[in-house]
């Protein structure tokens, strides 16, 4: 079920301009802008406000394709080429050209559309029934797009004197002028409601409206299921969108007060702009502008997954910042850590202690966050927060409260009872701070949060310690090893203090070093490697070298640059970057490797001149030599070794477009059984993570493994996992990869530059279905790297299908507005590092 939804989303709602062209119009006799008592307008002709804005008339929806004798009586903008209408009188009740249908405003002041034998297929009937009694005499399209019924002549236009007006009866858009919310004197609500789909205009799943118990708000819903809500206004803007706030092209307005709730918005430019909810129940903001149609995508719950509606279920808060979205509150643990870590957050979260009114509970106050469902919440706007504390904690069932305006210095009382529901956390600021319930106890423990820090950075500074013994130990033991081959070699040693020479490698001089790269010169930087920049040198030999420095004060990067030097002294193997030795010049640290003429694939595979280099049997290639590579790691090195950030960047080409897997700054080495280990830093790529891996910090080989397969399709496709984005839908490579294979279209999958032939088809598959067995979300489902060799090399070889990969779809950023063009993508090859407890 959750499919189908999800798949609904994903039909973007560009797809619809092409259909507006289509429109049919027809020649106007009269450009008028009103109609007076037992006038009529007849089929063919039409209203024009008197600034030209807007035309009310009759229209047909639907492409020349199909039936194009359903007609509708709407207004639309009258400037815009492409069709964009604004409003529509008929919706669900659609007539056919034939029957010669005419507005009319009858005697009693209705309008009415009739047919040619006077039925009647639409009117205005709801009256406001304070004001019936005056005498309705003309409908008039006003300049804003409001088509009103006014009971007397009057050249103002406030809306007094209005019988009736189109605003009050919304379609499926706000424009300028119009209100989203509820009259409560009138008891009317005006409510967004999608087309049914792009040109079928007749009420479709999506209603945008206002939820105005508790502290109102918008909700989008389907039925009475929510799928999306703003949160409630803050003063300045909801508490759910912080990016829409006022701006120099629109200013956003929220009243609420006795007799109205609504949400309106003010251009402050000459633009025509409007927000929209699309037939797929996504909200756009559209706008014309120099020439331009453009739709901008407001909210969509796929966009962004923290827009769901309780994704994180209760008491759980989502931040798409994080690679995980959902964790819990602090002091609450998941109810069902099972389910969490299957991607399932619905569940929720619980108290780890539980609530004890009469002991004393108190609060603990959260920041940037967007405020739980309020729709039962209870609001006071005079009340400060002082006392809204007080009242909170006298009510043994509120569990939490903030202030209901955040300006100045904050204002007004809400207090939430029961769970809180659907809670969002902002990185980059914005939302509200909520001061949450807990046990006294929980309080003391949290409070005793600074001394616990402090325990765990003893804990932690041991477990470095630890580490630092065993580096200095394997370093002694390596400078032991070495001492004795060389006292054995050439019978004396010149002792330096430096513990680093003493690995298996050969030592470069420095003067060596420098003069090949032209004293490190900046146009021989060649790439930037985890912890500095690489440098590109040629020996006196007229050997090319590549050259990796530590950067000084790189803290991070010594650890890295050290545990790559011991690790990679001790492998060798074709598919792995060659070291040629090392260079240590007092402070400075550098690691010489045989020069990859050809850098990385991914300046290949993600280049659209370059892929061409790269035909089919050459990718096939590489995928092998990688999982060869990776295989010695696994198991056939003297190390068993977990290179924990495979990506395209670290896969290196050799002349022959050899591949060879380099950077080994965040290897880790495992004893003999060991297969599993839990890290509390996580650091690693996004898009390449394994959800265990970046979720619970829990790598093996399994999660090398996982990159191996985000790999092996990036290949296939040319195309990048983070940041993949096709028009239409929001899964991510591995999901889309997935969609196809189980559509059998697996073969779409391939990048366009290269053509499958009947001979290399069997390869593609297999590589396809290994590439998707390697992401599969359970880790236990995903084969070793001996079986994913020899599935690879075995034409016979009958492969397991497929289950679900982990991660599959994600929020992509490709076609949202300027305004937050790049906010959430992460950097190109930016690898990040997550420390526990967050
Ligand atoms: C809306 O809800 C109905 C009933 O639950 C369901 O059948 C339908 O698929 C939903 N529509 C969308 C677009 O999610
Ligand atoms: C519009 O339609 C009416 C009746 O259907 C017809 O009498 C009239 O001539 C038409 N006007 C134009 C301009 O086509
Ligand atoms: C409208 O028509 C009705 C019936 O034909 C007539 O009684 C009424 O006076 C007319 N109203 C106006 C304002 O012309
Ligand atoms: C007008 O509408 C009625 C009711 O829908 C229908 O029975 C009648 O045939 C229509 N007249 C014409 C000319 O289409
Ligand atoms: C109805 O009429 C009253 C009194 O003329 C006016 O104050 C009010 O604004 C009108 N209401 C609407 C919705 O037009
Ligand atoms: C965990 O998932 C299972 C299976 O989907 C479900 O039956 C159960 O209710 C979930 N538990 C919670 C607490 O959500
Ligand atoms: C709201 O709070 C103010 C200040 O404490 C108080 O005077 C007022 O009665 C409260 N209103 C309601 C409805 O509780
Ligand atoms: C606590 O608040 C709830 C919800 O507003 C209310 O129903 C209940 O009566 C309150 N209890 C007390 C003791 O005030």
């Known amino acids: ?223 009475s299921t929510n799928l999306y809500r703003t949160g409630p206004w803050t003063g300045i803007q909801f508490s759910g969108t912080p990016e829409l706030k006022k701006n120099p092209v629109f200013e956003p307005i929220f009243v609420y007060d006795k007799e109205e709730v609504y949400y309106a918005f003010r251009r402050t430019e000459a633009v025509v702009s409007m927000l929209r909810l699309d037939p797929t129940g996504s909200l756009y903001r559209v706008t014309w502008n120099d020439r331009r149609l453009q739709w901008v995508v407001m909210i969509s719950v796929l966009k962004d997954q923290c827009n769901k509606y309780g994704l994180c279920g209760a008491h759980g808060v989502c931040n798409v910042d994080d690679p995980v979205p959902c964790k819990c509150l602090k002091g609450f643990v998941p109810n069902a850590p099972q389910n969490w870590s299957r991607v399932d957050w619905s569940g929720g979260c619980r108290r780890r202690t539980s609530l004890d009114c009469g002991k004393g509970d108190g609060f603990v106050k959260f920041s940037s966050l967007k405020v739980p469902d309020s729709t039962f919440a209870w609001v006071n706007m005079s009340m400060g927060l002082g006392e809204c504390r007080m009242k909170c904690l006298k009510n043994c069932s509120c569990t939490a409260f903030a202030n209901a305006d955040v300006r100045d210095s904050g204002s007004g009382c809400v207090l939430w009872f029961g769970d809180l529901i659907d809670l969002r956390e902002f990185t980059a600021g914005g939302g509200q701070d909520l001061y949450v319930r807990m046990a006294a106890s929980e309080l003391e423990a949290q409070q005793g949060g600074s001394n616990k820090k402090k325990k765990r950075a003893v804990v932690v500074a041991s477990v470095s310690v630890v580490t630092g013994i065993l580096l200095v130990a394997s370093i002694v033991w390596c400078f032991i090893l070495s001492t004795r081959r060389r006292q054995r070699g050439e019978g004396s040693i010149n002792q330096d203090r430096d513990s680093t020479r003493e690995l298996e490698l050969p030592l470069f001089d420095f003067v060596t070093v420098a003069t090949a790269t032209n004293n490190f010169s900046n146009n021989k930087v060649v790439g930037e490697g985890g912890f500095g920049p690489v440098y590109k040198g040629i020996l006196p030999n007229g050997q090319e070298i590549a050259v990796k420095r530590l950067s000084e004060n790189s803290g991070q990067g010594l650890r890295e640059f050290k545990n790559e030097i011991i690790l ?106 060991e297969t599993q280990a839990n890290t509390r830093r996580v650091v690693g790529t996004y898009g390449y993570m394994s959800p265990e891996y970046a979720a619970d910090g829990l790598f093996s080989m399994k999660s090398d493994v996982f990159s191996f397969g985000v790999l092996t399709l990036e290949i296939v496709s040319g195309k990048r996992n983070k940041g993949f984005y096709l028009a239409g839908h929001d899964f991510n490579l591995l999901g889309h990869a997935w969609n196809l294979w189980n559509e059998d279209r697996a073969l779409e999958l391939v990048d366009e530059v290269f053509t499958v032939d009947v001979s290399s088809r069997s390869a593609v598959l297999r590589c396809i279905q290994v590439g998707l067995l390697c992401v599969q979300q359970r880790l236990d489902d995903r084969p070793t790297m001996p079986s994913v060799v020899m599935m690879l090399g075995s034409e016979s070889a009958n492969l397991p299908q497929p289950k679900q990969p982990g991660f599959y779809y994600e929020r992509s950023s490709t076609d949202e507005g300027p305004s937050s063009s790049d906010k959430f993508s992460y950097g190109k090859n930016l690898s990040f590092t997550q420390l526990e407890g967050r």
């Open 1 to 223: 079920m959750e499919g189908t939804a999800l798949l609904l989303f994903f039909i973007s709602a560009h797809t619809l301009l092409p259909l507006f062209l289509h429109m049919s119009s027809l020649a106007t006799a009269t450009a008028t802008n009103s109609i007076t008592i037992n006038q009529t307008l007849s089929f063919n002709q039409t209203l024009i406000s008197s600034n030209q804005n807007f035309k009310l008339g009759f229209f047909t929806p639907t492409n020349s394709n199909s039936n194009s004798n359903i007609w509708y009586l709407g207004i639309w903008f009258n400037k815009i080429p492409i069709r964009t209408y604004v409003w529509i009188a008929n919706r669900d009740n659609p007539f056919h050209s034939s029957s010669s249908p005419a507005l009319k405003l009858n005697n009693n002041g209705h309008l009415t559309l009739v047919n040619e034998t006077n039925h009647v297929i639409w009117s205005s009937s709801s009256l406001n029934p304070s004001n019936r009694t005056h005498t309705p005499v003309f409908a008039l399209l006003l300049d804003n797009g409001n088509l009103v019924i006014k009971s007397q002549i009057s050249t103002n236009d406030d809306s007094n004197g209005y019988v009736w007006q189109s605003f009050d009866h919304p379609s499926d858009n706000l424009i300028d002028g119009m209100k989203l919310g509820c009259d409560l004197k009138l008891g009317l609500s005006r409510k967004l409601r999608s087309w049914k789909s792009s040109d079928d205009p007749s009420n479709g799943d999506f209603v945008y409206e206002m939820e105005r118990r508790g502290f109102p708000g918008l909700v989008l819903r389907n039925g």
């Open 568 to 673: 990679i002294s001790k492998l060798q193997h074709r598919n792995l970057v060659k070291v040629l030795g090392c260079c240590i010049q007092r402070e400075e640290m550098m690691l010489v490797y045989e020069y990859m003429p050809n850098k990385s694939l991914d300046n290949f595979i993600f280049d659209k001149e370059r892929s061409q280099l790269l035909c089919w049997e050459k990718r096939f290639d590489i995928i092998i030599g990688i999982a060869q590579g990776l295989l010695y790691l696994h198991r056939d090195s003297r190390l068993r070794i977990i290179h924990r950030d495979l990506k395209a960047a670290n896969i290196l080409l050799d002349r022959e477009m050899n591949p060879k897997i380099s950077d080994f700054g965040l290897a880790k080495t495992f004893g003999g059984d």
